[in-house]
């Protein structure tokens, strides 16, 4: 029994060698960017830089960077709160099937993720102009909708594993149907809304789209600075700089996310099998 324990325990070649492959592939683009950020000069066909220097973090680490990595995470912060609010309701009528027609209350739901930004930067950029609309609003609720089919699906999966019965049971021992929501059933949501706020941030701490076109460059985020950066010949250690610094907060973030629905949504224990006795032996 305990040989068996312990066999078991051990560590797994494939899903080592699975593992290490998609780290490798989520990491690989990373290197060139370090190795650019950290470059002075590197010209064709050198493998290396020819000479190492922080002159792309020297040019960066300015007052407008700063304040375009403030509009970032204000932005991104909005949408994942909206998002994830409107997510976890809608979820909830996916996840309990609290709707007729299901399926078309799903289609439309997914519509956003096959609607080109671009188009709908296009279309609404004269919209916002002429109706006096707050750009930066604008950008918030535009993004918000092309980041809720991922907050919908992620709260609503959560939704379909959970006994809408929990919620009645709470009502008939008194509670009213918001305590029977806030007590009962949020705390179960918990690392399915942390997940939907990390996706929903990424939306909008990413977006360069809707941002350039409806914002009208007014609005002057970390991604428009890459963008602008990458525009010129020779800025190499510049845009590496950029866009190290916008991988960064991202990553910091899928690590405290994993750690919270790690913390919040434990793997469920498996039952201890029990060892057979042996042939012609008795059982304790």
Same mark, same amino acid.
């Not at 950290?38 to 000479?51: E, I």
């Not at 991922?150 to 959560?158: A, E, H, K, L, P």
């Given at each position: 029994?305990t040989?068996?324990?312990?066999?078991?325990?051990?560590?797994?070649?494939?899903?080592?060698?699975?593992?290490?492959?998609? &780290?490798?592939?989520l990491? #690989?683009? +990373?290197? @060139?960017?370090?190795?650019?950020?950290?470059?002075?000069?590197? $010209?064709? =066909? !050198?493998?290396?830089?020819?000479?190492?220097?922080?002159?792309?973090?020297s040019?960066?680490?300015?007052?407008?960077t700063?304040?375009?990595?403030?509009?970032?995470?204000?932005?991104?912060?909005?949408?994942a709160?909206?998002?994830?609010?409107?997510?976890?309701?809608?979820?909830?009528?996916?996840?309990w099937?609290?709707?007729?027609?299901?399926?078309?209350?799903?289609?439309?739901?997914?519509?956003?993720?096959?609607?080109?930004?671009?188009?709908?930067?296009?279309?609404l950029?004269?919209v916002?102009l002429?109706?006096?609309?707050?750009?930066?609003?604008?950008?918030i609720?535009?993004?918000?909708?092309?980041?809720?089919?991922?907050?919908?699906?992620? &709260?609503?999966?959560?939704? #379909?594993? +959970?006994? @809408?019965?929990?919620?009645?049971?709470?009502?008939?021992l008194? $509670?009213? =149907? !918001?305590?029977?929501?806030?007590?009962v059933?949020v705390?179960?949501?918990?690392a399915a809304?942390?997940?939907?706020?990390?996706?929903?941030f990424?939306?909008?701490?990413?977006?360069?789209?809707?941002?350039?076109?409806?914002?009208?460059?007014?609005?002057?985020?970390?991604?428009?600075?890459?963008?602008?950066?990458?525009?010129?010949?020779?800025?190499?250690p510049?845009?590496?700089?950029?866009?190290?610094?916008?991988?960064?907060?991202?990553?910091?973030?899928?690590?405290?996310?994993?750690?919270?629905?790690?913390?919040?949504?434990?793997?469920?224990?498996?039952?201890?099998?029990?060892?057979?006795p042996?042939?012609?032996?008795?059982?304790?």
């Amino acid at each position: 029994m305990t040989s068996q324990v312990r066999a078991t325990a051990r560590w797994r070649p494939q899903g080592g060698w699975a593992a290490l492959a998609a &780290v490798t592939v989520l990491l #690989a683009p +990373l290197a @060139p960017l370090v190795l650019w950020a950290v470059a002075d000069r590197w $010209a064709f =066909p !050198a493998v290396l830089p020819q000479r190492w220097g922080v002159r792309g973090f020297s040019e960066v680490l300015t007052a407008p960077t700063r304040a375009a990595v403030g509009r970032s995470a204000a932005v991104g912060a909005a949408v994942a709160v909206c998002a994830t609010v409107l997510g976890a309701a809608a979820g909830r009528v996916v996840g309990w099937n609290l709707i007729r027609r299901r399926g078309l209350t799903v289609a439309l739901l997914m519509t956003p993720v096959g609607v080109p930004p671009v188009a709908v930067g296009m279309g609404l950029d004269t919209v916002v102009l002429r109706s006096g609309i707050p750009q930066t609003g604008a950008v918030i609720v535009i993004l918000t909708v092309f980041a809720l089919p991922y907050t919908v699906f992620t &709260v609503g999966s959560r939704y #379909a594993h +959970l006994d @809408p019965a929990l919620e009645e049971q709470a009502r008939l021992l008194g $509670a009213t =149907p !918001a305590q029977a929501h806030t007590r009962v059933t949020v705390p179960s949501l918990a690392a399915a809304l942390a997940a939907a706020a990390f996706l929903s941030f990424l939306v909008g701490w990413t977006d360069y789209t809707v941002t350039l076109l409806v914002g009208g460059g007014q609005l002057v985020t970390l991604p428009m600075l890459i963008g602008a950066a990458a525009s010129n010949v020779g800025n190499e250690p510049v845009v590496a700089a950029l866009s190290m610094l916008s991988v960064l907060p991202p990553l910091v973030l899928l690590v405290l996310a994993a750690k919270v629905v790690r913390a919040l949504d434990p793997p469920t224990a498996r039952p201890a099998t029990k060892s057979r006795p042996a042939a012609g032996g008795s059982t304790p």
